[in-house]
Nanobody, 123 residues
């Protein structure tokens, strides 16, 4: 059974930083792509960024230049370093994994999801 567990969320002031982690278990993840999405109340799940099996990264325009995604295959863990946080970054952040190439920014193409971690940015 594949499991994803996010951690690292919390309350931070605008301009601050957070580092989220996504720990995967259940099988080998070296050949999968992993992605971060976020969802604010009343909104659809929104793409934040993704990292392919060979560490190529993709970022959504609203966060480009402020976030960095990395992965440690030895630990089956993906990270999301977020800097210069803004109140509009407030959301529940989810990580997902997917096999194969495709559209990394489409939530419906991910095979498994974590339970999410809350990020709140105060002004």
């Amino acid at each position: 059974q594949v499991q994803l567990v996010e951690s690292g969320g919390g309350l931070v002031q605008a301009g601050g930083s957070l580092r989220l982690s996504c720990a995967a278990s259940g099988r080998t993840f070296t050949s999968v792509a992993m992605g971060w999405f976020r969802q604010a109340p009343g909104e659809e799940r929104e793409f934040v960024g993704a990292i392919s099996w060979n560490a190529r990264t993709y970022y959504a325009d609203p966060v480009k230049g402020r976030v960095t995604i990395s992965r440690d295959n030895a630990k089956n863990t993906m990270y999301l370093q977020m800097n210069s946080l803004k109140p509009e970054d407030t959301a529940v952040y989810f990580c997902g994994i997917r096999w194969g190439d495709g559209n990394y920014d489409r939530a419906n193409e991910y095979d498994y999801w974590g339970q999410g971690t809350q990020v709140t940015v105060s002004s």
